[in-house]
């Protein structure tokens, strides 16, 4: 690897790291944050066997970023390939479980040390690997670059803040980004920043979140919670972070006296949240539910809180308004795209800088609307309780601008799709 000082430094400290990683493990799994079953993944270790024929190992870190990879996995597998696909947190691997088509392998992507990632690549030996979104790890880059194989970056996207600090080690940037063969960008902002550090052949090809199917919903669990809401008027907080409960409360007393039977339902981001957020509540003197503790049948309260995993479309579903967070407390926003597909009106904070170009299409078109605290929040949500045809308006304006913004997995599979066949002229011509 052609490397500098600052890379062999990472390097030789990673590697420095490995006989300390089963006790940092260990901690991580005592916080709830790894999976004590399948732990030895993190150090490269599999209890699975590498199938037979070509292999495309797949990498999205957490929820958003695997999901954004089915479509393209699909494909992959449609054209031959056994699929790998990584995550490296819990939640991401419970949804993966749930939404991986059959056949295709799930494992926890090794911490990046290099004896770690090369026992990783010898069991696996991947024919292609394709990298999503902003996982730029240098064991990683290098190990696979060593053995030759294809790095591709899809629905890969560079933010300002990144963007500025490797503009600070250009020579590090350079060297790692130079071992890609190509880059699918998001955007022509993303693709001038990869371009801007030694990323070769960049081309824009959009979000691939576009293409993802909607988040299924169990139909009994659906029908009996729709029985259960009946004509009650219901909305979705959804992806919420810490600070934006509270603003929820405050929202839920607010539109109480005109909507005594209101249902608000929060889906924090992080499940295990769910109990901190019920205690939040109940300080405040409301009644509220988990999900996870709910019986079928029991009267719902008030506040319903969605604490549990995989579940998400079934909320999206029972409500056509939602409220998509990390945006008013948090920095950067939450995807709006499950939302508008499931036919919510969408209302949002300003802070969405994550996901700045959908968000202005979908207020530019009235699909969305901006609030900034519980006053605006609470005014926009009254409006569209009490206006159906409104709020069926802005929920069809949504979801049209996310079908116009699709695409992006047509388009990746047109740019791999040589390099798909060249290496299959070569392994029958290795065969022969």
């Keep these: 690897m052609k490397g500098t000082f600052l890379l062999l430094i990472y390097r030789a400290a990673s590697a420095a790291f490995a006989p300390f990683a089963p006790l940092f493990l260990y901690w991580r799994q005592r916080q709830g944050l790894e999976d004590k079953q399948r732990v030895k993944e993190r150090l490269g270790i599999s209890r699975q066997m590498r199938p037979a024929g070509p292999l495309a190992w797949l990498h999205g870190v957490s929820v958003g970023e695997s999901l954004a990879l089915l479509p393209l996995l699909e494909r992959l597998a449609a054209r031959g390939f056994h699929i790998l696909l990584t995550t490296a947190t819990v939640t991401s691997a419970a949804v993966m479980a749930q939404r991986l088509p059959p056949g295709a392998l799930h494992q926890y992507i090794p911490l990046d040390v290099p004896r770690f990632m090369a026992r990783f690549l010898d069991h696996w030996h ?25 790095l591709v970056l899809v629905n890969a996207r560079m933010s300002e803040r990144s963007f500025r600090r490797w503009r600070h080690l250009p020579r590090s940037a350079q060297a790692l980004m130079e071992k890609t063969e190509f880059c699918l960008a998001q955007s022509l902002t993303d693709a001038e920043r990869l371009t801007q550090l030694g990323v070769p052949r960049v081309y824009v090809a959009g979000n691939l979140k576009y293409d993802v199917a909607p988040p299924p919903a169990d139909p009994q669990s659906l029908a009996d919670l729709k029985a259960r809401v009946g004509g009650r008027p219901v909305w979705l907080a959804a992806a919420t972070h810490a ?16 909507f005594p039977n209101l249902l608000t339902i929060i889906v924090p981001r992080h499940p295990r949240r769910g109990a901190e957020i019920k205690h939040l509540a109940e300080s405040r003197g409301l009644r509220c539910q988990l999900r996870s503790e709910d019986r079928r049948g029991q009267p719902l309260e008030g506040l319903y809180i969605g604490d549990t995993i995989g579940e998400t479309g079934l909320f999206y579903r029972l409500s056509g308004i939602a409220f998509v967070g990390k945006s008013l407390t948090g920095a950067g926003g939450q995807s709006p795209i ?83 066949a060249q290496m299959m002229v070569e392994q029958r011509v290795a065969r022969s």
């Design 338 to 420: 499950e939302a508008a597909k499931l036919g919510c009106a969408i209302l949002h904070g300003p802070n969405v800088a994550n996901f700045t170009d959908v968000y202005e299409r979908l207020d530019a078109t009235h699909g969305a609307a901006t609030v900034v605290d519980a006053e605006t929040l609470a005014r926009a949500l009254a409006y569209l309780l009490a206006d159906a045809a409104k709020m069926r308006d802005m929920a069809r304006a949504a979801a049209e601008v996310v079908e116009s913004l699709g695409g992006a997995s047509d388009f990746i599979m047109k740019a791999i799709e040589p390099h798909i």
């Design 126 to 150: 991947p024919d292609f690997v394709f990298i999503a979104e902003s996982e730029i790890w240098p064991n990683l880059f290098r190990e696979i670059h060593r053995r030759d194989i294809p």
């Design 243 to 258: 600070g934006e409960e509270q603003i929820v409360f405050d929202v839920h007393r607010r539109l109480l006296p005109h």
